[in-house]
């Protein structure tokens, strides 16, 4: 149901109804006033009041506080002297309680003369309740007051101690014996003994006689609870130089009596407590005192029995002694506790833990305040009441010219502005009053013209004319102008000339602007002047002779701004000025009149912008773009601000029309792609009024998705005030589509570059800019981001040698027109060392053929090249062994007949001296023959090895002495054998000539002396050294060293130190196979050896030798004195070379052996299927025929199970040798051998050994 408003003037006529009259307000608020004032000097007294009593409380605290302390120190230093001087007595100073003649056992009289001096110490302290002196060996005498003597407790006492009549004094014995009581009378006369020999008292247990006993001075203990009397005090005691303890026991009761000196108000509550809540001392004493009485004593220092505060049935002395308790510090301010708040306060007194407790009730502090409040609001009242007969006459008084004015004023409203009869007033302030409502009047008549001509007129003109008329009439002008313009920027726009002299100008613009005109607009208001009539700077009132007296008022609409001026003049002759009045009138319509011609030309302003909208809004319905205007709120509702504006193109391009989008909201063109965050971001910028360009997925009507690309900007108005939402939205759908698809294809790009294990780069020509993926890091070490972002950080990194092939090679492919480049060169890495590098570059052009970008990758073959080296060398080795092999194997089927026929002619020339010198030099030139193919074959891997387990631990010392002799004097030598050095498996006869070849380098490379040192140790070769180096199989090693300290040599020597022939000896002073020797041999052995030298460090040979799996070497088989002969075992020889066969069948049936010899394989196989006996097979291993030595040996095995086998051959092929049948190897007697080696040979393999 819809809710009826209130009108705008319901509240005005509700409040107009309460209104009462000037003299009823004028006495209301003198009567307000004066009871404000004696309210606020009561409630001023009341606060100083209770201030002051708040503060003279404090004061009394702190006071009761003070007493309560000086009270304690007083007490405190009443017993420590007493204690001192009965320290000092002779009673004291006696070992014993005997001996100072008091006692159990003394003379009764002896007995009461020496408890003078304790009668003389307690006489002389009101407050000491007892003296007391304790011995070493545990006597005790004490004297006590129990009469006149016993200070405020003596009824007490009495009744505690039953005590007879007329006992002045208690007299306390103790010792071994048990206790006695003496009652004495004032002389110390004995009235009455009572004996308790039952009870002991040994004072050596009391706290104050430890405590005095292990102190230097007099000790004061924490007060506490009296044994006999029950009464709260202290003990003071000293030890005297005999060992006994004098001390004295006081009263804190004068303390209690103390305390009430500082309670401002009766229900004061004030105590001394310790930190564990005892109270010693009440200003209620009666209230403490029954308390101590009713209970009875366990003995001294017994705080349980002292009472605590809550036993006092006191909140606020229990809430206080907590808080002491808690929280030892001091305390001040207000507590409610029980119902009721107290002013409270804690104060320490001592070292002890003790504290001053004290609590007043606030209500009863606050009476005497609260009194003078009360009364100073009775006098208030009764002065207000007098003063309302006064006031209300008063208030008559000053009311009545003012009610005659408001009669005056309600005649101007009813637009009565005709003239009254003056005022009779003898105030002369009301008289100026009425004279100036009276001008007032003849303005308004003057205004209300003005305001007519105002609603007459349309244009400026008109507005300008009749305000110079009513102007003109209102100060008796004749003449008037009016100019429209600031004055500062040009001519004025308008002129209007208003008068009936002839030599008056006529109306309209002019060309310059006249001096008064700037005068006037420079001005803060209305003013009045005079000037000569014929003055030029008068402009168009100028004129005729004589003076002018002047009327100026600038006009200013919307603040400062100066639209124009207006100026009227009448003859000065008279003496006759401009009224005040009139000057009023001028002041109260220069702004109406400003803001009409305002007006007037904002319309005609307006018109002309509508034209211009006209045009404007043509000229958007014939773009493209969106055009879409809402309101500027709200923001914040559900559906945002409506549409009011679209144009043409959102119709085409969402399928809304017009009528459909205003007063819908831009959210009608929305979906379920349309991103919310960035909603979220558009709305967040409208809340705060700020301009937003974003892109968004929005929707047509039939449902088809557009991107569209908005410029949100907000619309104000001439004040400021936002009034619209302007955007402007371009369909980026195609261009979306386009960013896409490179989005797709920049990710793809990521991707592959994350991917690959190259480096991937990408050059932009135009900038210079070279991007570079993470693969420059992990590949090369060079961080990405902190490389050169330009074509230097590849180019600096370029090998210096390498560098200008390289970066010509690429610009002459850029700035040609090819498309794609590559290049193989050497880059540094992050450590500093090269990495070679196989760089792919693609160009990327654009239409007119210039490059653009430029897209590569960089891979890393320094692996691969490396590999390729080692292949490259390993198969140039492999071709020169496989040359030098077959080389060796023709020339040792050569020297086996020349070395056999040699040893023939040697033992059959023996008697000949002439020819036995030659046979021995073709023999010796056979071995020199024989050694070389033997190196030859050692490098080619193809000499006949056979390895055994070798002890390198004994083989290294046994070749010391040879090789001194080979080394020269000037060269130091040393042999190291790590302990627990394994066997290897190599044939120990090569291994000796290994160590012996690198011996004799090392000595050539020391000329001039030095240090050669071998050395043997285990170590194990790991799958990744295997993998850095080829033909490595990782596993367990025997490594033998041999380093020298000699000249070294330069890498590119180094790389060639295993090829064969190579030497950089001089010629006859090398061969250049030592050291491919040696590493034919290990390499043949399964092992694997390294060269590491330097120019000027030295060279040091690492031979690998496998591990042999047995433990200790086979012993060495004795050598033979004599060839052995044969005993006609029949042998099978084949031999395709005919001088060979020849030769060792003459050999073989020399030794007495019956030997069948045939060429070939097949021939050999077929004697073997025959039924001839055959005891050894001897065959040659390469031959042709289809068939090699392995091959028949293998196929005779199969006929003829066990059937002995010797092999023979200059060209060992490991392949051919090795495995058999039963992948046992075969024996191999290798070329060119010698007949003692051939008779050896076989007889072992038939033999069996």
Same mark, same amino acid.
Request: hydrophobic share 45%; net charge negative; with cysteine.
């Given at each position: 149901?819809?809710?009826?408003?209130?009108?705008?003037?319901?509240?005005?006529?509700?409040?107009?109804?309460?209104?009462?009259?000037?003299?009823?307000?004028?006495?209301?608020?003198?009567?307000?006033?004066?009871?404000?004032?004696?309210?606020?000097?009561?409630?001023?007294?009341?606060?100083?009041?209770?201030?002051?009593?708040?503060?003279?409380?404090?004061?009394?605290?702190?006071?009761?506080?003070?007493?309560?302390?000086?009270?304690?120190?007083?007490?405190?230093?009443?017993? =420590?002297?007493?204690?001192?001087?009965?320290?000092?007595?002779?009673?004291?100073?006696?070992?014993?309680?005997?001996?100072?003649?008091?006692?159990?056992?003394?003379?009764?009289?002896?007995?009461?003369?020496?408890?003078?001096?304790?009668?003389?110490?307690?006489?002389?302290?009101?407050?000491?309740?007892?003296?007391?002196?304790? +011995?070493?060996?545990?006597?005790?005498?004490?004297?006590?007051?129990?009469?006149?003597?016993?200070?405020?407790?003596?009824?007490?006492?009495?009744?505690?101690?039953?005590?007879?009549?007329?006992?002045?004094?208690?007299?306390? +014995?103790?010792?071994?014996?048990?206790?006695?009581?003496? !009652? %004495?009378?004032?002389?110390?006369?004995?009235?009455?003994?009572?004996?308790?020999?039952?009870?002991?008292?040994?004072?050596?247990?009391?706290?104050?006689?430890?405590?005095?006993?292990?102190?230097?001075?007099?000790?004061?203990?924490?007060?506490?609870?009296?044994?006999?009397?029950?009464?709260?005090?202290?003990?003071?005691?000293?030890?005297?130089?005999?060992?006994?303890?004098?001390?004295?026991?006081?009263?804190?009761?004068?303390?209690?009596?103390?305390?009430?000196?500082?309670?401002?108000?009766?229900?004061?509550?004030?105590?001394?407590?310790?930190?564990?809540?005892?109270?010693?001392?009440?200003?209620?004493?009666?209230?403490?005192?029954?308390?101590?009485?009713?209970?009875?004593?366990?003995?001294?220092?017994?705080?349980?029995? %002292?009472?605590?505060?809550?036993?006092?049935?006191?909140?606020?002395?229990?809430?206080?002694? @907590?808080?002491?308790?808690?929280?030892?510090?001091?305390?001040?301010?207000?507590?409610?506790?029980?119902?009721?708040?107290?002013?409270?306060?804690?104060?320490?007194?001592?070292?002890?833990?003790? *504290?001053?407790?004290? *609590?007043?009730?606030?209500?009863?502090?606050?009476?005497?305040?609260?009194?003078?409040?009360?009364?100073?609001?009775?006098?208030?009242?009764?002065?207000?009441?007098?003063?309302?007969?006064?006031?209300?006459?008063?208030?008559?008084?000053?009311?009545?010219?003012? #009610?005659?004015?408001?009669?005056?004023?309600?005649?101007?409203?009813?637009?009565?502005?005709?003239?009254?009869?003056?005022?009779?007033?003898?105030?002369?302030?009301?008289?100026?009053?009425?004279?100036?409502?009276?001008?007032?009047?003849?303005?308004?008549?003057?205004?209300?013209?003005?305001?007519?001509?105002?609603?007459?007129?349309?244009?400026?003109?008109?507005?300008?004319?009749?305000?110079?008329?009513?102007?003109?009439?209102?100060?008796?002008?004749?003449?008037?102008? /009016?100019?429209?313009?600031?004055?500062?920027?040009?001519?004025?726009?308008?002129?209007?000339?208003?008068?009936?002299?002839?030599?008056?100008?006529?109306?309209?613009?002019?060309?310059?602007?006249?001096?008064?005109?700037?005068?006037?607009?420079? *001005? $803060?208001?209305?003013?009045?002047?005079?000037?000569?009539?014929?003055?030029?700077?008068?402009?168009?009132?100028?004129?005729?002779?004589?003076?002018?007296?002047?009327?100026?008022?600038?006009?200013?609409?919307?603040?400062?701004?100066?639209?124009?001026?207006?100026?009227?003049?009448?003859?000065?002759?008279?003496?006759?000025?401009?009224?005040?009045?009139?000057?009023?009138?001028?002041?109260?319509?220069?702004?109406?009149?400003?803001?009409?011609?305002?007006?007037?030309?904002?319309?005609?302003?307006?018109?002309?912008?509508?034209?211009?909208?006209?045009?404007?809004?043509?000229?958007?319905?014939? %773009?493209?773009?969106?055009?879409?205007?809402?309101?500027?709120?709200?923001?914040?509702?559900?559906?945002?601000?409506?549409?009011?504006?679209?144009?043409?193109?959102?119709?085409?391009?969402?399928?809304?029309?017009?009528?459909?989008?205003?007063?819908?909201?831009?959210?009608?063109?929305?979906?379920?792609?349309?991103?919310?965050?960035?909603?979220?971001?558009?709305? #967040?910028?409208?809340?705060?009024?700020?301009?937003?360009?974003?892109?968004?997925?929005?929707?047509?009507?039939?449902?088809?998705?557009?991107?569209? #690309?908005?410029?949100?900007?907000?619309?104000?108005?001439?004040?400021? +005030?936002?009034?619209?939402?302007?955007?402007?939205?371009?369909?980026?759908?195609?261009?979306?589509?386009?960013?896409?698809?490179?989005?797709?294809?920049?990710?793809?790009?990521?991707?592959?570059?994350?991917?690959?294990?190259?480096?991937?780069?990408?050059?932009?020509?135009?900038?210079?800019?070279?991007?570079?993926?993470?693969?420059? %890091?992990?590949?090369?070490?060079?961080?990405?981001?902190?490389?050169?972002?330009?074509?230097?950080?590849?180019?600096?990194?370029?090998?210096?040698?390498?560098?200008?092939?390289?970066?010509?090679?690429?610009?002459?492919?850029?700035?040609?027109?090819?498309?794609?480049?590559?290049?193989? !060169?050497?880059?540094?890495?992050?450590?500093?060392?090269?990495?070679?590098?196989?760089?792919?570059?693609?160009?990327?052009?654009?239409?007119?053929?210039?490059?653009?970008?430029?897209?590569?990758?960089?891979?890393?073959?320094?692996?691969?090249?490396?590999?390729?080296?080692?292949?490259?060398?390993?198969?140039?080795?492999?071709?020169?062994?496989?040359?030098?092999?077959?080389?060796?194997? $023709?020339?040792?089927?050569?020297?086996?007949?020349?070395?056999?026929?040699?040893?023939?002619?040697?033992?059959?020339?023996?008697?000949?001296?002439?020819?036995?010198?030659?046979?021995?030099?073709?023999?010796?030139?056979?071995?020199?023959?024989?050694?070389?193919?033997?190196?030859?074959?050692?490098?080619?891997?193809?000499?006949?090895?056979?390895?055994?387990?070798?002890?390198? /631990?004994?083989?290294?010392?046994?070749?010391?002495?040879?090789?001194?002799?080979?080394?020269?004097?000037?060269?130091?030598?040393?042999?190291?054998?790590?302990?627990?050095?394994?066997?290897?498996?190599?044939?120990?006869?090569?291994?000796?000539?290994?160590?012996?070849?690198?011996?004799?380098?090392?000595?050539?490379?020391?000329?001039?002396?030095?240090?050669?040192?071998?050395?043997?140790?285990?170590?194990?070769?790991?799958?990744?050294?295997?993998?850095?180096?080829?033909?490595?199989?990782?596993?367990? !090693?025997?490594?033998?060293?041999?380093?020298?300290?000699?000249?070294?040599?330069?890498?590119?020597?180094?790389?060639?130190?295993?090829?064969?022939?190579?030497?950089?000896?001089?010629?006859?002073?090398?061969?250049?196979?030592?050291?491919?020797?040696?590493?034919?041999?290990?390499?043949?052995?399964?092992?694997?050896?390294?060269? @590491?030298?330097?120019?000027?460090?030295?060279?040091?040979? =690492?031979?690998?030798?496998?591990?042999?799996?047995?433990?200790?070497?086979?012993?060495?088989?004795?050598?033979?004195?004599?060839?052995?002969?044969?005993?006609?075992?029949?042998?099978?020889?084949?031999? $395709?070379?005919?001088?060979?066969?020849?030769?060792?069948?003459?050999?073989?049936?020399?030794?007495?052996?019956?030997?069948?010899?045939?060429?070939?394989?097949?021939?050999?196989?077929?004697?073997?299927?025959?039924?001839?006996?055959?005891?050894?097979?001897?065959?040659?291993?390469?031959?042709?025929?289809?068939?090699?030595?392995?091959?028949?040996?293998?196929?005779?095995?199969?006929?003829?199970?066990?059937?002995?086998?010797?092999?023979?051959?200059?060209? *060992?092929?490991?392949?051919?040798?090795?495995?058999?049948?039963?992948?046992?190897?075969?024996?191999?007697?290798?070329?060119?051998?010698?007949?003692?080696?051939?008779?050896?040979?076989?007889?072992?393999?038939?033999?069996?050994?």
């Amino acid at each position: 149901m819809p809710v009826a408003k209130t009108p705008p003037l319901a509240g005005m006529t509700l409040l107009r109804g309460w209104r009462a009259p000037l003299r009823v307000q004028i006495g209301a608020l003198f009567l307000t006033l004066l009871a404000a004032v004696s309210l606020a000097l009561g409630v001023v007294a009341s606060r100083q009041s209770r201030a002051l009593v708040d503060e003279a409380t404090m004061a009394s605290f702190a006071g009761a506080a003070d007493l309560a302390l000086q009270e304690l120190r007083r007490l405190e230093g009443t017993a =420590r002297n007493a204690a001192e001087a009965l320290a000092a007595d002779p009673i004291a100073q006696a070992a014993t309680a005997e001996e100072s003649r008091v006692g159990l056992h003394a003379p009764m009289g002896d007995s009461r003369a020496d408890l003078h001096s304790l009668a003389a110490i307690l006489r002389a302290g009101s407050d000491i309740s007892a003296a007391y002196v304790g +011995w070493p060996n545990g006597d005790f005498v004490l004297l006590r007051p129990v009469g006149p003597l016993a200070g405020r407790q003596p009824d007490v006492l009495a009744r505690l101690l039953s005590l007879p009549a007329g006992a002045i004094w208690l007299a306390q +014995w103790s010792s071994e014996g048990g206790q006695r009581f003496d !009652y %004495l009378d004032g002389d110390l006369g004995l009235i009455e003994t009572r004996r308790r020999p039952e009870f002991h008292f040994d004072p050596r247990l009391r706290p104050w006689f430890v405590d005095a006993s292990a102190a230097d001075g007099t000790i004061v203990t924490h007060p506490y609870r009296f044994f006999t009397t029950g009464s709260p005090g202290i003990s003071a005691a000293k030890r005297s130089t005999s060992g006994a303890v004098a001390g004295v026991d006081l009263s804190l009761w004068d303390l209690s009596l103390r305390l009430p000196a500082g309670r401002p108000v009766p229900s004061t509550q004030a105590v001394v407590v310790d930190r564990a809540g005892v109270v010693l001392a009440d200003a209620d004493a009666e209230r403490l005192r029954r308390i101590v009485v009713s209970r009875p004593g366990n003995g001294p220092v017994d705080h349980s029995k %002292l009472p605590m505060a809550s036993e006092l049935n006191s909140p606020v002395v229990t809430a206080l002694a @907590e808080r002491w308790r808690a929280d030892p510090q001091s305390f001040s301010g207000l507590v409610e506790v029980g119902g009721r708040e107290w002013r409270a306060a804690l104060a320490p007194l001592d070292t002890h833990g003790l *504290a001053l407790a004290i *609590a007043a009730a606030t209500d009863e502090l606050g009476a005497g305040p609260n009194a003078i409040r009360d009364r100073l609001l009775l006098v208030c009242a009764l002065a207000l009441a007098l003063a309302v007969p006064i006031v209300w006459l008063a208030a008559r008084l000053v009311a009545r010219p003012v #009610e005659a004015f408001a009669r005056e004023a309600e005649a101007v409203a009813r637009l009565d502005f005709s003239a009254r009869p003056p005022l009779a007033t003898p105030v002369a302030e009301l008289a100026r009053l009425d004279e100036s409502v009276a001008s007032m009047r003849g303005a308004l008549r003057s205004f209300d013209a003005v305001s007519r001509g105002f609603a007459e007129e349309q244009d400026s003109h008109g507005v300008l004319a009749s305000t110079l008329d009513a102007l003109m009439t209102a100060g008796e002008a004749t003449r008037g102008v /009016a100019w429209v313009g600031d004055g500062r920027d040009g001519p004025p726009d308008v002129v209007v000339v208003r008068g009936d002299w002839p030599a008056l100008p006529q109306a309209g613009a002019v060309s310059a602007v006249p001096e008064l005109v700037r005068r006037i607009a420079a *001005a $803060d208001g209305p003013f009045a002047a005079v000037a000569a009539a014929d003055d030029p700077a008068l402009g168009e009132l100028a004129g005729g002779s004589g003076r002018l007296a002047l009327l100026c008022v600038p006009l200013r609409a919307g603040g400062e701004r100066v639209i124009g001026v207006l100026a009227v003049a009448r003859p000065a002759d008279d003496g006759r000025d401009f009224s005040a009045s009139v000057l009023s009138l001028s002041q109260a319509i220069a702004r109406p009149v400003a803001l009409a011609v305002d007006r007037c030309r904002l319309i005609a302003s307006q018109r002309a912008a509508l034209e211009q909208l006209r045009l404007l809004e043509t000229a958007v319905s014939r %773009l493209n773009d969106l055009i879409l205007i809402t309101e500027a709120e709200p923001i914040e509702a559900p559906d945002g601000p409506r549409i009011v504006y679209v144009n043409a193109a959102f119709e085409r391009r969402t399928g809304f029309t017009r009528a459909e989008a205003i007063g819908a909201t831009p959210r009608i063109l929305q979906g379920p792609k349309t991103d919310r965050a960035e909603l979220a971001r558009i709305h #967040e910028a409208m809340r705060h009024w700020q301009p937003v360009r974003s892109e968004l997925v929005n929707y047509t009507k039939d449902g088809r998705e557009m991107w569209l #690309e908005l410029d949100i900007v907000p619309i104000a108005d001439a004040t400021g +005030w936002f009034t619209n939402w302007v955007a402007v939205e371009r369909d980026v759908t195609e261009r979306k589509k386009v960013e896409a698809a490179a989005r797709v294809s920049q990710e793809r790009f990521q991707l592959v570059a994350q991917a690959t294990s190259d480096v991937i780069w990408d050059w932009e020509m135009a900038s210079d800019a070279i991007w570079w993926n993470d693969g420059l %890091l992990t590949i090369f070490g060079h961080d990405p981001a902190k490389v050169q972002p330009c074509s230097e950080s590849w180019t600096s990194r370029i090998h210096p040698d390498d560098r200008d092939r390289v970066v010509g090679g690429i610009h002459a492919i850029i700035d040609g027109d090819g498309r794609s480049w590559m290049d193989e !060169y050497r880059f540094v890495r992050g450590d500093g060392s090269f990495a070679m590098v196989i760089d792919r570059g693609f160009v990327i052009r654009d239409a007119t053929g210039a490059a653009l970008r430029m897209l590569g990758s960089m891979t890393d073959v320094t692996e691969r090249r490396e590999l390729d080296e080692r292949l490259r060398q390993s198969q140039k080795l492999e071709a020169v062994g496989q040359l030098t092999g077959g080389v060796a194997h $023709d020339f040792n089927n050569l020297l086996t007949v020349i070395i056999g026929n040699a040893e023939v002619l040697v033992e059959g020339l023996a008697d000949d001296p002439a020819l036995l010198p030659l046979a021995e030099m073709t023999a010796t030139a056979g071995e020199r023959a024989a050694e070389l193919t033997g190196r030859l074959l050692a490098f080619a891997r193809r000499q006949a090895l056979e390895p055994r387990i070798v002890d390198l /631990a004994a083989l290294l010392p046994g070749m010391e002495a040879l090789l001194r002799r080979t080394l020269s004097g000037n060269i130091d030598f040393s042999i190291a054998v790590a302990e627990g050095l394994w066997p290897a498996m190599v044939d120990p006869g090569q291994l000796e000539v290994a160590i012996l070849n690198l011996a004799l380098n090392a000595r050539d490379a020391m000329p001039d002396g030095g240090r050669l040192t071998i050395a043997a140790e285990n170590v194990v070769l790991d799958p990744d050294y295997a993998r850095a180096h080829q033909e490595v199989t990782p596993g367990s !090693y025997v490594m033998l060293f041999v380093a020298d300290t000699g000249t070294g040599m330069p890498p590119d020597v180094a790389d060639r130190a295993f090829d064969p022939f190579f030497t950089t000896k001089e010629v006859g002073k090398g061969s250049g196979l030592g050291l491919s020797m040696v590493y034919g041999f290990v390499k043949q052995s399964r092992g694997h050896a390294i060269i @590491e030298t330097g120019v000027g460090v030295g060279t040091t040979v =690492r031979l690998y030798l496998p591990r042999a799996n047995a433990a200790r070497p086979a012993a060495p088989v004795a050598a033979p004195t004599r060839p052995p002969t044969g005993a006609a075992e029949h042998i099978l020889l084949v031999e $395709d070379h005919q001088l060979v066969r020849e030769n060792a069948l003459g050999q073989l049936l020399a030794l007495g052996y019956r030997v069948t010899a045939v060429a070939t394989g097949p021939e050999g196989l077929a004697v073997v299927e025959g039924p001839a006996d055959i005891d050894l097979l001897f065959t040659d291993v390469i031959m042709p025929g289809g068939m090699n030595g392995r091959q028949l040996a293998d196929a005779a095995r199969r006929l003829r199970p066990g059937l002995p086998v010797l092999l023979t051959s200059g060209y *060992a092929d490991q392949g051919v040798i090795e495995g058999g049948p039963e992948d046992a190897g075969y024996p191999l007697l290798s070329k060119p051998y010698r007949r003692d080696g051939l008779a050896a040979k076989v007889r072992a393999v038939l033999d069996g050994r």
